[in-house]
């Protein structure tokens, strides 16, 4: 991979200096661009963002520290760039300042040897390599934070808090919310003839099924186990509850196929509405619960709850 390295510095000869220590090093390749001013270089990252810079903090236009915070506050996407700030004899402490405002490394210029460049440069590529490798480790472990791992829908955590904003949206402008919640029929039997994998595959597969009848609006997310609940935000009627547990059943009763093999399973769904049959988000879910029992007690189906 060619390394883009942006030398920002008005001295030519200098220019030419770490141009020279670098061209050489057989580990990397680089393409070389030059900047004399903050300015200049400023132009030269919106053609082409650099891997790495080579900053002098005294520039015609500008100092270091300045040209950093121009860059933050610009169009110009720098966060992912190495930056190493050249300073003068006794600046080490704007040194530190410039590393608290992203530079990787610094160097003293009078003293920066070839092995001494190439070692910084190197460094300072490896450290933002690992800096974007922890952002997407973080990134993903948000959305696993928020997500089903199993089936990558909403989890328990999402569901309960997404309950009570609907809640309290709802007691503010005077509407309705619906929960619906769902129990597999026969999982245990998949289990336990299929084994675990068949059950996951059902557990994934109901997940989408789900996705696919409820509105875009809903929230559609995995609680626990087997169990699926869905919160209705928008348009909450007792008729339109039982349309869409209608297309539930019919999306269920479809055949799974997993591995050569249909598995049997179905579904009970009980329905609840806030507030005619709870004023909060436990008594809600607790009548939600109580008709999807129900339900299941009579072989599955659909009822809605009698509180």
Do not use: W
Request: hydrophobic share 40%; proline share 2%.
């Amino acid at each position: 991979m060619t390394v883009r390295i942006l030398i920002i510095d008005d001295s030519p000869e200098d220019q030419e200096t770490y141009h020279r220590f670098l061209e050489t090093d057989e580990e990397t390749e680089y393409k070389f661009i030059f900047a004399d001013s903050g300015d200049a270089a400023l132009e030269a990252c919106e053609i082409e963002v650099p891997d790495c810079i080579l900053l002098d903090y005294n520039l015609p236009d500008t100092d270091g520290l300045e040209f950093l915070s121009d860059a933050a506050h610009s169009d110009v996407y720098l966060a992912e760039t190495a930056v190493i700030m050249l300073t003068g004899q006794g600046n080490e402490n704007v040194a530190v300042e410039a590393m608290k405002r992203g530079a990787i490394d610094y160097l003293v210029k009078g003293e920066i040897t070839q092995e001494q460049i190439r070692r910084s440069v190197h460094y300072a590529l490896e450290k933002k390599v690992l800096e974007k490798e922890l952002r997407e480790a973080r990134r993903r472990l948000e959305e696993m934070a928020l997500e089903d791992s199993l089936t990558r829908i909403a989890n328990r955590y999402v569901f309960e808090d997404r309950l009570n904003q609907a809640l309290i949206r709802a007691e503010r402008l005077d509407e309705k919310v619906g929960l619906f919640c769902f129990d597999l029929d026969k999982f245990k039997q998949v289990n336990d003839q299929y084994g675990h994998q068949a059950g996951d595959y059902v557990l994934r597969e109901i997940a989408q099924r789900l996705l696919q009848v409820m509105r875009h609006s809903d929230t559609v997310a995995r609680i626990g186990g087997d169990e699926f609940a869905v919160i209705m935000h928008t348009n909450v009627s007792i008729p339109g509850g039982e349309v869409l547990a209608e297309k539930v059943l019919e999306a269920v009763s479809q055949p799974i196929v997993y591995e050569g093999q249909t598995l049997n399973t179905g579904i009970s769904i009980g329905f609840a509405v806030y507030p005619d049959h709870g004023k909060d988000g436990k008594s809600l879910h607790f009548a939600a619960d109580a008709a999807m029992y129900e339900a299941k007690k009579s072989g599955g189906g659909y009822r809605v709850s009698s509180d």
